[in-house]
Every structure is written in C-alpha cells, then in structure tokens.
C-alpha cells in the first residue's frame, strides 16, 4: 500500500481540539464545522506521505515523510510549531528495550527534524512543558509497516493518523443517507451506545483504543513523562482520528457537506463519557474516527504561539481573548439551548450571572461588562479607546506607538486627535461623551477605561454639589497614586446637571492649569528637563471623561472648546435585537424578533428604555406593540429641526412621516424655538421647487403661526395652540429630503449671533448719532436712517480718494477734501485709531467703526476698516493738528468774539471752512502777539474776557461783585462786537482801564474749587510714555 | 535723526529773589515739582497764561503743597538722577547761522538750567474744608 504511487498525495488534517473534561456532551454543530475544516493537502512531495496540521495560519506543520526508496525509513519533520520541542526518543513500552529508532534534530526551535532507521513502533515527542502551557505528545507509531502519528494531550488534541487494514474500506457502514448526516448526528450526539453491533469491525484495532484509553485512565502510564499530563488531567483532549486511504481515490476534500458522513461511533471502553468518537465517512469510502474539538484550545495555542504578532493590534485589546471568550459562551449557549437546562451548566458566563436575585434590575444585571460586550457605534468605542490609549505613554510608561499615529493621519474626522503635547497625551484633556440617554454612553465609558486599564472613579456630576469638595475629590483622583491597584479614569457623568455646583468651574481650572503648565514646559523646553518635571504637580496626568446628553446646554459652553467632543450615536437596531433576544431567552421571556426590533425603533435605540420595558413587561409575560411604553423625553429643538428637514424612512408614507414630526414638536412644546430653526435652516436645504413656489407657502405658513401666536400671546387665546405645530409639518412635507443633513450646532449659533450682531449694531449707532452735533442728531433719528442714509455716505466722506505722497507736496485740491474730511470726523467724534496687526505692521482704524454699519460683506468691511494706511495717516495728522488750533480756537470764541463763531456757523462749505480755519489761526497768532505786547494789566483785560461763560458762576458766589465787572464786561462786549476779527489788539486798550486789582479778586474768585488734582493711582512709572528723539525735535 | 548745535552757558544768571530755598533751586530761580496726578484748572492748558495753584510750603525735607481751596498734598524733596536739563530753542538770523556752522536747518539749543532736584508729591491729596486762601 505503501509503495503505490496514490500514496503520495498527503492527508492532510487539521482538527480542532474539544475540551471534554468539563462538558459531557459535545456540541455536534462544532464537530460537523471540524470536519468542514479538514482541509485540503498540499502536496510536498511526490513520494511521500504524511499529515499535515495546519491552521489557517500554518502555524504548525508535521509532516510523516516516508522515503520512497528506503522503505520503512520515515522523516519527521515539524515546521514552524508553536512549540519548543523536547525529544523523548524511543519512549514506551516496546521501544525501549529496542536500539533508538529515531534520531532527532532541532533544526530551529520551532523545527525539528526526524529521521527513523526503521519505521519505529512508538516514537514519542512532547512539548517542553516549560514554555508551553501545553504539553504534548507526539507518538510515531508503525503497525504492520504503516505509519501513524499520535499526537496526544497537544493543544492539537490528540491525531493518530493510522492506516488501517484495507479491508475495512470497503465496508458498508449503513450509515444514513448523506443529506439527513447532520441532522442524525445532532440526533445522536447525546447517546453513545446508539451504534450497531457490526461497526465495530470498522473500528481500529481494540488495543489501540484501549491505548488510548489507558493513557486516559491511568495518566498515561506509557509515557515516562507523567507531570506533563498531570497538568492536564482535568482537561483531557483526546481526539482521534482514523483515516481510511481507500486504494483507488485519494480525491480531496475527504469530507465536505455532501458527500461526507458522520456518526457517533461507541467505543468499547468510552463509556464513562471521557471520550467522544465519532466516526465520519467520505464520499470517497475514507473513513475517520474523530474527537470532536474544540476551538477554544486551539485558539489559545495560536495566541501563545505567535504572541507579538496578535498582541500588536492598536487598541491595547486582547483581541484573540476577546474571541476565545466570545466562542466559548457562543458554546455555552448553545450548549444549554440544547439541553434546555440553563441552570445546570455551570460556566464562566453563567457563574457571572447565577447569584442574581430576581429584584435587580436587568438593565444592571444585563450591562455590558465586557469591550466585546457593546453594542453600540463601533466607530465611537473605538475612538474612545484610542483617545484613552494616547495617555497610555503617560499613565503606563508605554513607548509612543507612531504606527498609529500615521494612519490616523489621513482620517481627517480623527485628525484632530494626532495633536499630542511633549507627554504625548491626546491635544485635549477631557472628552466629551454626548448622545441621547440609554443608548451605553457610561457603559462604554467604563468598559472602554477598563479595558485600557485604568480604574473607574465614577463621578456623577449631579448628586455631588459644592466645587470645593468635587476640587478635592477630581484632585485627589488625579494626583494620588494609589498603591497596587491600577490607575484612575475619571468618569463625570451627567456632567450637564453639575452646573451651579460649580463643577464645570473646577474642570476648567484643572483644565486651564494643565494647559499652563504645558506651556511653561514648553518654554522652558526639552533640554531643561529638570525644571520641567517640577512643575509636573500641575498637569493633568490621568484621563478624565465627561459624559453628558445635550452638548450644547449653556453650562457647557465654556468646556466645549477645551474638550475632544465625541457623539455617541445609537446603535443600529440589527445589533441591538439580537442581544435582547438574548436577555429575553435567559430571562425566559419568549418574545419575537420582529416585537424586538418595533421595541428598538420605538424606543429610537435606546437600549436601556428597552431592557427596562422587557423587565416591566415580564411580570405579564406578554409583549405587544401595544404595550410598549414611550418615555418622556426632553429633545433638543434643534434635533427636532434636523428631523424636520429629513426624510424618515421608518414611516411608510408622507402623511405618517409629518404626523411624526407633529407629535415630535408638540411633545417638546418649543414651538418657537422650532419653527425659527425651520426658517433659518430651509434657504440651506436640498428640496425640488418650481418657481420659488415652496418658499412662497413656506411663507405662509410662518405668517400663519406668526399670526397664532400673536393671538396667543397677545389676546390670550390659548386654544389655538393646538395649531402651532402644524407650520413645522407644513416644513417637513416640503422641504424634507434624504440629501439633508443637518448640523446641529449650525441652528444653535445663527439666531443668537443675529441677535448679538443686532445688539453691537444698535450701540454703534448710538454712538454715532450721541457724538454727532445736535442738527445731526435732529435730522437722523433713528437707527435705520443713520444705518441707511448716513453710515454709508459718512463712510465715503471719511475716506477720501486721496494720493498722498508728502505732506508738504499736497494739491490744493486734495488739501481742501483732506480738511473737509477732518472736519466731518471732528464733528462725529470720529477717530482714526493705530494699532499693530498680527502680521507686525500697523493699520489705522476707524473708530467707530462705522464700516460695520455701512457695509456687507466681510471683505470690504474688513478692507475699509483698515484703508489706506497714508491716506488716513495723513488725516490723522491733520486732525491732531485741527483739534489743537479748534480748541484754542474756542478760547478764542469764548472770549467774546462771538461774531467769529457765527460766521463759523455759516461757512460750512469746503471753502468756509478752510477759509475759516486759516482764520482762525490768524486770530490766534494776533492774539498771542496781542499778549506778548501787553503789559500784566493788559493781560488781566483778556483774562477777564476769558472766565466770561463762567459768569453765572460768579455771580453765584460773589453777588456784590456784579456792579464793578458789569460795565467792563459790557464795554468788552461793545469792542467786540464792533471790532473786526483782526481788531483783536484792540482789546488791551479797552480792559487796560480795569485795575490789576480786579483781576486779582476774580482770580481769587475763579480759583475757588476752580484748581484741583486728580489723583492718578498707582506708579508713576505706569504713564510713562515713550517719546522719540524726533518727537522731541519736531516739537521744539 | 535731526541734529543742533548746542550752546552751554556755564553761569547763568542767578536770581537770588527767588522764594526757594538754595538747595532746591536752580540758577534762574525755578524749581520743579512734580505730582502724581493731572492738574485741572478752569483754563485751557494750552494757554501759556500763569494761573495761581496753590502754596507750597517747606518743612526740612518735607514740602506741603495747597492746590485750590480743598486739597493738600504732602512731599519731599529729592534728587533727580541723571539731572534734569532744560533746553531753549534759539532762532537766529540766517547770517548768522551761516557765520557759526550751525546745524542746516537753522535749530540751535541753548541749555537754560540744569535741575537736580524736584519735589515729588506722590501721595493722595488729602482733602481740605473750607479754607480760606490769604
């Protein structure tokens, strides 16, 4: 048999291992996906044959070599094998008192190499029990000149590939018809002794079982090495194959769904349920006794084997855990549906669940307690952890892992999170968890932060009051390193009803001191590390998660831009149905899919309102549709907007839809608030119009609701309210489509930023018009004329087409605007103000800045705000200079030449006032000239003439004074009004008749309360202001 | 940067009929006071017309100065390092600028004092009831 040319296509195995040390029964759905994976050979050699285990990794691989031309002389050869081998050679009974057989050489530490003289009876390997959790034999036996492999206690199970006399493949087996195998298969898989008498012909020899029996039975007597089985007493893994090379086929798959066979096989010395064979038949006359495996253990072995290559996965999670957990209980389960005795089956899942008292609530009794528990956006959980994994370099001590880094580079949505600071902690230190209630938000926050190893501090935001004591609590948290035990995440729940308790303050003060210190590192930088690690008291070294519902509730709003703001969406509802299904079947409430899924929907995802309904349910033990409760609800209005514009697909038609929306607005009962969503957002949206014809009803119907609620609120009509949700009906049946999408905050900001822009536009007028000259004021007088008729002219007239090169070389022309133009900003008080750009340089700005009145769009505005810089530095100069002549000028005027003031009154064109403006000048220059002549009597005449407004003030206080100025005032007056404007010398002449005395007593007068100091607090240091040498020079 | 020409006069002209004692004032008789503080007076300051303050009295170190009817101000005299120079501007002729090489734009500085002490009132007038200036 062995020489035939058919023999050397390999058989190739690969077995899966069953764990049957604590569970009776195999589960037959797993053996029939073992014989699934048998898997095709791949050939190695044409002479010769051998088995092959594989995973689909090919992590291991053994291979029974016969060498063609030597017969009876095998290789053995095992590559790549998740185990250090240690060698037992020619161990057993029969092969000890023989010469060594075998000789065996490591090739690598995970190959090893064979090489048999003869076809050895028993040639035993076993896996160091040292670096394996699993020791193991590998047992080469040959029986009348064929070879087999046993490979007992490995994590492989045990595979004894035998040759069995060829007699037996052509026994007919009676078994039953190929398509009913499964089913027979499940039918049987409880029972052992189901087989008929005549099938134990096929079985192998009675001492080979018995073998295999024995080892069980006696802890593997026939092996020397018993303390590696001892280990493994309590799990025994045995699986047993027999293979059956019929003559003729060697045809690959031996077993695939159809033509395969399988059926329970009793064994002579299995009865005491350790053992489970089965014995499976392929279309091709091939015959297997098998054990059923089980994928748990060989999971495990994977994990060891190749640790670094599956421990690497970027989210710090055990993933291949995680799935053995997953596959066992999937067992587990259907274990116990199987046997339909829950209880009984005392496993780890089950172990976490069978003290539970009836009275708890599911929803905590059923909380996902595991990463692989969650169910909920994957995208969020993952997010969540990655962010809770960047502060793994700070909290762990890990190295920085840069891979991830660089893929989440592309990601612009996870962009935001690459930013790290010199710890490498993510760019913002709180995260922000906001979504509807019930849909896990504190339950993945708590599993999330177990999972990366952190211990939970839970903090609800709304029992703990007074922030000194949350400042000591979130304090101490972060700062306290806690002896054995892991470090903490914090968890702030409800973070949105903490807000007069001052917790927000508290989180920003942690928050802000941490951002102080980062950048005092900063500064300080990497090579003083010394100073910097001082200063680590401050930063904020453990994550901190906030979770909350409504993200823009006006406590958060200081937190929101410190904060990574993650939503937390609902779970679709195909993944949410299975697992109350699930709680359903353990709870023994027997409820429907297609209930479930209503349930989900109408509860809009929310997982915990459907656990708790089922529980309330249960005590009926029914649920309908009917009976399914809908809970209060406080929906954000601009949720409900959203919801406006979109298109529902779980209402069948339009009319079901805008009753939806309808119900939806009544219930939140912010009509207002709504409808002004709708009307701000629909200009945005997608929707098919003809003619302007939707917005026109739109219209409509918000003059409509205008009008209710006018007669609601104003005549106190109340029963009307009953319409005012329909406008928003009226909204969604028009302008709801798939294509929008909503932003949120987007609704939130653009009403309260026209309000704000309204209430600053407001002030601006009013100062305008508060600054400008009483004939002003009367000729605009409200805002929106200014705003129209004023702002923008007055906007041209400030800004003159100018094209100064030199403030000397100036045209007539330009002079004459330039003046025109001072004056005008003289007269609203208007100013050109420098300042420094970011950019270094400096710009002059109008101020007020009317440009904001007059003009639209933001890049003009942003243009006239800062203008030509040397045209307005030419008006700047120009007016500093008009002020000073102005208000000497004044004096002047005050000074009784009244006659000038009305003359200044009349010229107002351009030329009045330049005309004016030079003389005034003049009349300055006279005046000074005037004074400098004069003698001191002379000078107490114009003084006179100077305190002339403050006349009433005098005579308050000093009555009897009256009669000696009167005649001096009057003859002043007369000069005045007589003289010229030049005729000012003259003015000496006139007061030269009062006495120096008189003066005196008025000054006396004058200076009571007249002459004070204002105190300037502070340094005097502090006013100091930079004068240049040029400054100094110009002035001189 | 502009430049002149400087003229120093070593001696300048003493007043000796100056209210101030010998330690405080300077050559022309003047002496500096400086307050914390802005001055108000019923007239414009860009006037160059004298207006009285108040009364200044010294004590030793120590100076009171009386502004208006309501307010006294406490101070002390101190030296004022680097000193404090006075500068006038001189316009000459244009020939006679041309004769001495004087800066080309016609500026030249004389030197008029060099003060090296003012009295400093730096605290908060204190206020007055009611007195009557003699």
């Known amino acids: ?1036 | 940067m502009p430049s002149a020409t400087f003229a120093f006069n070593v001696c300048p002209a003493t007043d000796e009929s100056s209210y101030f004692p010998r330690v405080l004032r300077t050559p022309t008789g003047l002496a500096l006071i400086e307050i914390q503080g802005t001055l108000h007076t019923a007239q414009p300051s860009s006037d160059s017309t004298p207006s009285e303050l108040g009364k200044l009295t010294l004590d030793g170190k120590t100076a009171w100065l009386w502004i208006g009817d309501h307010q006294r101000m406490e101070g002390s005299i101190v030296d004022l390092n680097p000193p404090f120079g006075v500068l006038r501007r001189v316009t000459r002729k244009q020939s006679e600028m041309e004769e001495e090489n004087g800066s080309p734009d016609g500026t030249a500085v004389e030197i008029v004092e060099v003060i090296r002490k003012k009295i400093l009132f730096t605290s908060r007038p204190e206020p007055i009831v009611n007195r009557k200036m003699t």
């Open chain 1, 1 to 1036: 048999m062995e020489g035939e040319e058919e023999l050397a296509t390999d058989l190739l195995f690969a077995f899966d291992l069953i764990e049957d040390g604590d569970v009776p029964e195999e589960d037959p759905s797993v053996t029939s996906a073992a014989i699934a994976t048998i898997s095709q050979p791949s050939t190695s050699g044409v002479s010769t044959k051998g088995s092959e285990i594989t995973d689909s990794g090919a992590a291991c691989q053994i291979q029974l070599m016969e060498k063609q031309q030597e017969q009876g002389e095998w290789d053995f050869v095992i590559k790549d094998s998740p185990f250090d081998f240690v060698i037992n050679d020619n161990v057993g009974q029969d092969s000890s008192t023989k010469s060594p057989l075998a000789t065996a050489s490591t090739i690598s530490m995970n190959e090893m190499k064979l090489s048999a003289r003869e076809a050895p009876d028993t040639l035993t390997l076993a896996g160091d029990t040292e670096t394996t959790d699993f020791p193991f034999r590998i047992t080469l036996a040959t029986e009348d000149g064929e070879a087999a492999i046993a490979i007992e206690d490995s994590p492989l199970d045990k595979i004894e590939k035998k040759s069995l006399p060829s007699a037996l493949a052509e026994d007919d087996l009676g078994l039953p018809p190929p398509d009913d195998w499964h089913a027979q298969m499940i039918k049987d898989a409880p029972d052992f002794d189901v087989l008929p008498e005549e099938e134990f012909d096929i079985l192998p020899p009675e001492e080979e079982f018995d073998n295999a029996q024995n080892a069980d039975d006696t802890q593997d007597e026939n092996f020397a090495t018993d303390d590696l089985d001892s280990a493994n007493t309590v799990q025994r893994r045995k699986c047993y194959l027999e293979a059956q090379q019929s003559n003729s086929d060697s045809q690959i798959p031996l077993f695939d769904g159809q033509s395969s066979e399988v059926r329970p096989l009793t064994l002579p010395h299995s009865d005491h349920g350790n053992a489970f064979y089965r014995k499976a038949k392929g279309s091709n006359g091939r015959e297997i006794v098998l054990r059923a495996r089980s994928r748990f253990l060989f999971n495990t072995l994977r994990e060891s084997s190749s640790g670094d290559k599956y421990k690497r996965s970027s989210y710090g999670v055990d993933i291949e855990k995680i799935m053995l957990d997953i596959e066992k209980e999937d067992r587990d389960k259907k274990l116990r549906i199987l046997q339909n005795e829950p209880e009984t089956v005392s496993t780890k899942y089950d172990a976490l669940f069978a003290n539970n008292s009836e009275g708890e609530l599911w929803v905590e009794k059923w909380r996902a307690k595991k990463w692989i528990d969650l169910i909920g956006d994957e995208r969020t959980h993952r997010t969540l952890l990655r962010w809770l994994q960047q502060w793994s370099h700070v909290v762990f001590k890990n190295p920085v892992s840069a891979a991830p880094n660089k893929r989440r580079v592309g990601n612009s949505n996870a962009g935001k999170l690459v930013q790290t600071d010199p710890f490498h902690r993510p760019h913002k230190k709180l995260l922000l968890l906001h979504g509807a209630p019930g849909l896990g938000k504190t339950t993945v926050a708590h599993v999330a932060a177990r999972q990366a190893g952190y211990d939970v501090l839970e903090i609800n935001a709304s029992d703990e009051r007074g922030g000194a004591l949350v400042h000591d609590k979130i304090r101490g948290a972060i700062d306290s390193h806690r002896v054995g035990t892991k470090p903490v995440c914090i968890i702030i729940d409800e973070i949105d009803g903490g807000a007069e308790s001052g917790f927000i303050r508290v989180l920003l003060d942690i928050l802000s001191s941490d951002s102080k210190a980062t950048q005092q590192g900063h500064r300080t930088s990497a090579n003083d590390s010394k100073n910097k690690r001082k200063k680590t008291a401050k930063y904020l070294l453990r994550p901190v998660i906030a979770i909350c519902n409504d993200p823009f509730v006006s406590a958060l709003r200081s937190l929101r831009p410190l904060a990574e703001i993650l939503s937390y969406r609902r779970a679709p509802t195909p993944n949410i149905v299975p697992r109350l299904k699930e709680i359903c079947a353990r709870e023994k409430l027997f409820v429907d899919s297609r209930t479930l899924t209503e349930l989900v929907d109408s509860m809009d995802g929310d997982v915990r309102g459907c656990i708790n309904t089922l529980q309330f349910d249960m005590s009926g033990k029914r649920i309908g549709s009917s009976s399914v409760g809908q809970k209060d609800v406080n929906v954000n209005p601009n949720v409900i907007v959203g919801r406006v514009f979109k298109v529902d697909k779980h209402c069948g038609n339009k009319e079901e839809s805008i009753r939806a929306v309808i119900e939806k607005v009544e219930r939140s009962a912010e009509f207002d608030k709504v409808v002004t969503g709708c009307f701000t957002m629909y200009p945005s949206m997608y929707y098919a119009d003809d003619m302007l014809a939707k917005p026109v009803e739109a219209g409509e119907w918000l003059h409509f609701y205008d009008t209710l609620s006018h007669s609601i609120y104003q005549d106190q009509h109340l029963d009307l309210a009953a319409y005012l949700s329909y406008p928003v009906g009226a909204f969604h049946s028009m302008f709801s489509s798939n294509s929008n999408s909503l932003k949120e905050y987007a609704i939130a900001k653009t009403d309260y930023e026209a309000y704000e822009a309204k209430k600053s536009n407001k002030d601006l007028v009013k100062q305008i018009i508060g600054s400008a000259s009483a004939a002003t004021q009367q000729s605009f007088r409200n805002g929106s004329t200014i705003c129209t008729e004023l702002a923008p002219y007055l906007m041209h007239i400030v800004n003159p087409k100018l094209n100064p090169v030199n403030a000397s070389i100036v045209l007539e022309q330009e002079r004459i605007m330039t003046m025109h133009t001072v004056d005008v900003m003289i007269d609203f008080a208007m100013k050109y103000i420098q300042q420094r750009c970011d950019n270094g340089t400096y710009v002059f700005r109008m101020d007020p800045p009317i440009e904001q009145l007059a003009l639209f769009s933001t890049q003009d505005k942003d243009r006239a705000a800062v203008g030509k810089y040397l045209i307005r530095q030419c008006i700047s100069q120009e007016m500093e200079r008009n002020m000073l002549l102005r208000a000497s000028k004044r004096n002047v005027v005050a000074a009784g030449s009244q006659t000038l003031g009305v003359k200044r009154r009349k010229s107002d064109s351009l030329d009045g006032v330049d005309h004016e403006a030079q003389e005034s000048e003049e009349d300055f220059r006279l005046l000074h000239k005037a004074k400098r002549k004069h003698s001191a009597s002379n000078k107490a005449g114009l003084m006179s003439s100077f305190f002339k407004p403050d006349r009433t003030h005098v005579d308050v206080t000093d009555p009897e004074e009256e009669k000696p100025i009167n005649p001096s005032r009057i003859s002043f007056f007369k000069s005045q009004t007589s003289a010229t404007s030049t005729g000012l010398s003259g003015l000496g002449g006139h007061s030269r008749q009062n006495s120096l005395q008189e003066w005196q007593e008025r000054m006396k007068q004058l200076r009571e309360g007249r002459v004070w100091v204002q105190f300037h607090e502070g340094f005097s240091n502090a006013v100091r202001k930079p004068v240049t040498w040029s400054d100094f020079w110009r002035d001189l």
